[in-house]
């Protein structure tokens, strides 16, 4: 007998590919709950989504998680078994500009689907988080006991309330909740205006790309298909009421360096438009990832010099398609 689940933001870039690798692994009923918003092409995600419309196991409901009464039908039909929540205003500089946008979304969006998730009895509920939460920390790697009260963008603000209001529903109504805080993902299907994607279209136009301070600054990037490991392990984890996981390559890649495998991959050079920092942006993130070793069995396998090349080879398709 198959399962039933939901996830929020499904047609998304990490949504989709978690929806398709549920109805490859055979054992799901998976609904999803996307709005379509304009924040990037609302054409993308219908794209992410177009190979499963067909599938008698997979249902989309067109639905803001800001409407309690838009959610409620999902929850009526689906029962089910666990809510995989990834349904966010995302990025930090837009947040600067649009807070109340992402507060109502991130964060009374996040109570809606915990309301529902207490009202409906759903057994699990996977959060995810992100490495903002962990602010212009010096110390690394993160890890996911360190204090995150400093967080120093809206965007990174709603994901520590998100989880505090996790944690307070796993308290006081007994569900199994587990927050995931992604590190800067990447692979096909991208966020058109995340920097790898973003990046690779500059460059193989020819524009410049915009360059951020120095060059110097690192992330933790982490191949979507790592990320897809790790929530699905995730979602079968029951051994506390709350818990939180780092999902990363606990590996840092500096900007020049990224840049360098983009140029390498697409065979053309970046020109480069250097800008002062930004205010929000870290220095850096780098996860501890020990803890989703141990519990989760996480067990990241690409490497940004094998992930890059396989990003540009769909960028390439996509880009001619």
């Known amino acids: 007998m198959r399962k039933s689940i939901l996830v929020t933001g499904g047609a998304g870039f990490i ?13 799901w009923d998976v609904s999803v709950v996307d ?3 304009d924040f990037y092409s609302p054409a993308c995600k219908r794209q992410n989504v177009e190979s499963f419309l067909d599938d008698e196991r997979f249902r989309l409901y067109e639905a803001d998680i800001r409407d ?32 109340l946008e992402y ?27 992100s490495s903002s939460v962990y602010g ?34 796993a308290h006081l109504y007994g569900l199994k909740i587990t927050a995931l805080r992604f590190f ?19 460059i193989s136009e020819g524009k410049p790309i915009p360059v951020f301070g120095d060059g110097t600054t690192r992330r933790d990037y982490t ?28 590996d840092t890649v500096e900007l020049h360096e990224l840049i360098s495998l983009l140029e390498k991959s697409l065979e ?25 070793r141990e519990l989760l069995r996480y067990d990241p396998q690409t490497k940004i010099q094998d992930g890059i090349p396989k990003f540009v080879e769909w960028f390439l398709e996509s880009s001619l398609s």
């Not at 205006?193 to 990046?199: M, S």
């Not at 050079?269 to 989703?292: E, F, L």
């Open 35 to 37: 709005n379509f918003n």
């Open 68 to 99: 309690p009464r838009s959610l409620r039908s999902a929850f009526e039909n689906g029962r089910f078994d666990s809510v995989v929540h990834l349904a966010a205003r995302a990025g930090v500089r837009p947040s600067l500009e649009q807070p």
């Open 184 to 202: 800067t993902v990447y692979g096909a299907c991208q966020r058109p205006d995340l920097a790898i994607h973003k990046f690779a279209r500059l």
């Open 136 to 169: 212009s920390r010096c110390e690394v790697p993160f890890r996911e006991d360190d204090d995150i009260s400093k967080p120093i963008s809206p965007y990174a603000a709603t994901k520590v309330a998100g989880e505090a209001i996790c944690s307070t529903y």
């Open 15 to 27: 949504g989709s590919h978690l929806v398709r690798y549920l109805l490859e692994e055979g054992s």
């Open 268 to 292: 053309k050079k970046a020109i480069i438009d250097r800008k002062p920092m930004q205010p929000g942006d870290v220095p850096q993130t780098y996860a501890d990832i020990s803890k989703a």
């Open 223 to 250: 191949y979507v298909d790592d990320i897809i490991q790790g929530v699905r392990a995730a979602i079968d984890y029951e051994d506390t009421d709350y818990e939180v996981f780092n999902l990363g390559e606990s």
């Open 103 to 129: 507060a109502e979304t991130n964060v009374s969006g996040t109570v809606n689907l915990l309301e529902m998730s207490k009202d409906f009895e759903v057994p699990r509920f996977v959060f995810g988080s």
